[in-house]
């Protein structure tokens, strides 16, 4: 049973190799379709729109590292148009861009490079320092744009959501528990669902950045210091100095599990509001192209690179990761949510999986 386990996973590696490029440009257009009627018929070229609430990661807070002796609080800018989910500069390897190859005329995505601030950009509503208590927040910033009665309400949409860092940062101060930073998130994609149609939701998991923390740090020099001696980890994970490594793994996956839980019970209530208008109408009336997705996204300690990290504080990632993780993402999507990687090991070479004309987002 083993070994049938073992040759199976190494078919579905070898398989996404196959089916992949060095860079998105290297992979074959989609043939033209008709228009799709369902939010489980889509393909990238479907999307006219993309979107995101999350915090720092999210923001691309210090995806570039620096080559100065210190650092100082100036350095810590927000590369948004290189973020993983959002990235729309020129070659950033994001999904943004690589929805963007099949479907030119995307709009939402971020661009350039901004002084950390509590603003959003374009379609990314990311804030860095927010946790899922400014989701509301961030879910008013974007049903502006694409809500009802916005000239992008009857576009094909995908909104991400991928915020948590923040939340489990500060679980061992009094009130905060996963619990309730689920209870955030389902709430917000239930706002999300009531104001928007031909909508595809990915909810993101965090990564178990409780055993990834130390490694930059096992490798003296890289992470540059500050002049004055300031401990930026202190600011950045109240609790990484409070509490032991185990117990921020439970969180972690206390956390994880309550996002798959939200995630059921938004498509639950998808289904629900579909049955409650059947029942108040007499007449038929098609499901809400509305899909909520969770999509894994974790990385297997011993295989990360510390390189990988920001050197300005060794707790961001930087570009290394955010291409990495926007590749795995891309892989993800095309996975029936029973065939999703639980965890990768991290690879520099990596391919931009190439999607095939029969592929679809996988709710």
């Not at 291409?323 to 931009?352: C, G, H, I």
Request: with cysteine; proline share 5%.
């Amino acid at each position: 049973m083993k070994l049938n386990t073992a040759v199976l996973l190494l078919v579905s590696v070898s398989y996404v190799y196959s089916m992949g490029a060095n860079d998105i440009s290297g992979c074959p257009p989609l043939p033209k379709r008709a228009p799709p009627t369902s939010v489980f018929d889509l393909r990238a070229d479907d999307i006219k729109v993309i979107a995101a609430l999350g915090d720092s990661v999210t923001a691309a807070l210090a995806a570039v590292n620096v080559g100065t002796e210190y650092v100082n609080p100036q350095q810590f800018r927000e590369y948004r148009g290189q973020s993983l989910l959002m990235g729309g500069d020129p070659g950033a390897q994001s999904l943004a861009n690589y929805i963007k190859y099949y479907q030119n005329d995307l709009v939402g995505a971020s661009e350039g490079v901004n002084d950390a601030r509590y603003c959003p950009d374009h379609l990314n509503a990311a804030q860095t320092g927010s946790s899922s208590e400014g989701l509301d927040n961030q879910v008013d910033y974007i049903l502006k744009y694409v809500g009802r009665s916005t000239r992008l309400y009857d576009e094909w949409k995908m909104v991400n959501i991928y915020i948590g860092y923040n939340d489990i940062s500060a679980f061992c101060l009094p009130g905060k528990s996963p619990q309730k930073s689920g209870e955030n998130v389902f709430n917000a994609i239930k706002r999300l669902v009531d104001n928007l149609d031909k909508t595809f939701i990915n909810v993101l998991t965090v990564e178990h950045y409780n055993q990834l923390i130390t490694i930059p740090y096992d490798h003296p020099g890289y992470v540059k210091p500050f002049r004055d001696g300031t401990n930026i980890r202190s600011y950045e994970c109240i609790c990484c100095s409070k509490e032991d490594v185990s117990t921020m793994g439970q969180q972690v996956d206390e956390y994880n599990s309550e996002l798959s839980k939200a995630v059921d019970r938004a498509n639950d209530y998808i289904s629900d509001d579909l049955i409650g208008s059947l029942l108040e109408s007499t007449g038929l009336k098609q499901r809400k192209n509305v899909a909520v997705a969770l999509q894994p996204l974790d990385l297997n300690k011993n295989s990360v690179p510390y390189d990988s990290f920001s050197n300005l504080d060794g707790f961001h990632p930087n570009l290394k990761t955010h291409k990495f993780a926007s590749r795995l993402l891309w892989r993800q999507m095309y996975y029936k949510r029973q065939d999703k990687l639980s965890a990768q090991n991290f690879d520099e070479e990596f391919p931009v999986y190439c999607p095939t004309a029969e592929d679809r987002f996988q709710a």
